[in-house]
Every structure is written in structure tokens, then in C-alpha cells.
């Protein structure tokens, strides 16, 4: 079955619960499953979604279904492991994994897939929850281009930035170089602040001057206030903040690239997640800083 009005949705954490949401909002049948099977039912009675048993349910009553889970394990889990989706598509069906995989793994679920007829895109996103929640995400596909435009009325629905980075796997690559440069800003940021209260600034002074000149970033505007409240209300988790950079980090080490700064900041945030703040926002990297 490939209803291209239909899609199953596998995965509604903080980003997966608020891309289903906005696929039902632009008119789209959807059905999700979800690991903790309250989790799906709540969203379901919420949007007007259906609620599948297993993954490979979700896929046989679609024929296109989208990946958003926690890394290549649980992926590969939800599409080839027992009742995986890969069980519920046939030949025409189509996964679109928009985790975040190292490229090597999205690369060999679609060479695992395809000898079934069944297409892949790793199309990961970047956003963090609030654009999930508006639906303005920069999503980059990687894969062939007839997958990308069929995925791609899904995609718009989530998504305000919308690009077809290439073959399988570049999707992936960017993503990694994307959140592994945000993690350095956000390690630098951190540095920042802390030298800034060690010498009695003006913090207000201090962000308003770094955010009208060279030292203005994204980061800047996102975290600076959580930075110096403490406040550290996940957005995005630290611990896959430090699984991005991790898969980056290896992936560019078997290109022969090494990348220090990338280094330095998987320290910072591997002591992070080892002192317990896993499960907070990335900007709790600042709680290293207190501790030295």
C-alpha cells in the first residue's frame, strides 16, 4: 500500500511529537507508534491520528513512514528488528529517517533496504523543539532525487527550509557538521559568560555588545539566558549533543580530517553528561565551567 496522503510517523519524543503534529495539521493521515504507547495515544486523541501496535503496522497501513528517534540502533530497531517496519512496506514503499545517524549508518540501512524495493532519504533536521512546534525546521535530504520529491509535500509540512544536500549520506554529514559547530559555539558562549561573571560585567552589556558585532550567533540568541539563569529546560538534550559531535568526530577521523575544537567540546560535554545533566538542555555545558 503507498497512499501518498498517508504516512506513519515512528518516534514521538520532543521533535518526533511535534513533526506528527504538524503532518495532521496540514491534512495528512497519520499514524504513529511510539515506544510508550500512552505517549502515541495522547497525540493521537489530540490531532486526529490513528495509533499503530508496531512499526510494521504503521507501514503496511501507508507505505511511507518517518524515523525520529534517538540514534542508528534504534533506527535500524524500529525498521528491521522484529515487527520493523521494513516487514510492513513493499516494493515502492519509502523511509524517511529523519534522525540524526552518522552517514555510514543511513547508507547501510538503504543499501539493507533496498534490495526489498524500498527507498531511503536521511533527512535530518535542525531547529531544536520550537521549529519543530511552528513548523519552520531546515530539514536536508540526502538521497536519490525521485525519493526527495516524493517525501517532499511531507517535508514542506514540517519544514521551512527545505534541501536536497545530495546522495545517501550527505543529509547525515551536514547535519553532524552543523550541530558540532553549534556545540563549539555554545562551549565558547559558555566560556564567555563565566570569565564575564568572574570579572563583575554587565552580562545584559556584555550579550547586547557581543550580539551587535562579530560574536553574534544563533547560540547567543538561544542560550545566553538559560546560560546565566542556570535554567537548563531541555530543547535539545545534551547527551545528543554529545552523540552528534561523537558520530562527527568519527566520521571525519575516517576521512583522515582531524577537527581539535570538536574534540575539546566532546570533553566538555562528556563531563557534562558524566556529572548527571544528560538529560538537560546543551546549554548546561556552563555547569562544567562551575565546577572547574
Not at 25 to 51: C, D, I, S
Not at 104 to 114: C, F, I, P, Q, V
Not at 144 to 154: D, G, I, S, T, V
Amino acid at each position: 500500500m503507498n497512499n501518498p496522503e498517508r504516512v506513519g510517523f515512528l518516534g514521538l519524543g520532543i521533535m518526533g511529537s511535534r513533526m506528527a503534529a504538524n503532518l495532521a495539521r496540514a491534512g495528512f493521515e497519520v499514524v504513529v507508534w511510539n515506544r510508550t504507547r500512552a505517549r502515541a495515544e495522547e497525540l493521537a486523541e489530540k490531532h486526529g491520528m490513528t495509533v499503530a501496535g508496531t512499526p510494521a503496522d504503521a507501514a503496511a497501513a501507508t507505505g511511507t513512514v518517518i524515523t525520529m528517534v534517538v540514534d542508528s540502533p534504534q533506527v535500524e530497531e524500529v525498521l528491521l528488528g522484529p515487527r520493523g517496519a521494513a516487514e510492513g512496506l513493499s516494493v515502492g514503499g519509502l523511509v524517511i529517517d529523519m534522525t540524526t545517524i552518522a552517514p555510514t549508518a543511513s547508507r547501510r540501512l538503504a543499501e539493507r533496504l533496498r534490495p526489498n524495493g524500498v527507498g531511503f532519504l536521511d533527512a535530518p533536521v535542525t531547529g531544536s523543539a520550537p521549529r519543530a512546534a511552528d513548523a519552520t525546521l531546515t530539514i536536508m535530504a540526502g538521497g536519490p532525487p525521485e525519493y526527495f520529491e516524493r517525501a517532499r509535500p511531507l517535508l514542506d509540512a514540517m519544514g521551512r527550509l527545505v534541501l536536497h544536500v545530495g546522495p545517501q549520506g550527505h543529509g547525515s554529514m551536514i547535519k553532524l557538521l552543523n550541530n558540532t559547530v553549534a556545540a563549539v559555539n555554545a562551549a565558547a558562549l559558555a566560556e564567555a559568560l563565566k570569565a564575564a561573571e568572574g570579572a563583575e560585567l554587565d552580562l545584559d552589556s556584555l550579550v547586547a555588545v557581543m550580539g551587535a558585532g562579530s560574536g553574534g550567533s544563533t547560540m547567543l540568541e538561544l542560550k545566553a539566558a538559560p546560560m546565566r539563569e542556570r535554567s537548563f529546560e531541555p530543547l535539545f538534550k545534551l547527551d545528543h549533543m554529545l552523540k552528534d559531535v561523537r558520530h562527527c568526530l568519527a566520521e571525519a577521523r575516517a576521512l583522515g580530517v582531524e577537527l581539535p575544537l570538536a574534540k575539546r567540546a566532546e570533553e566538555l560535554y562528556a563531563k557534562a553528561s558524566a556529572d548527571g545533566r544528560g538529560d538537560e538542555d546543551f546549554a548546561a555545558v556552563i555547569a562544567v565551567l562551575d565546577g572547574l
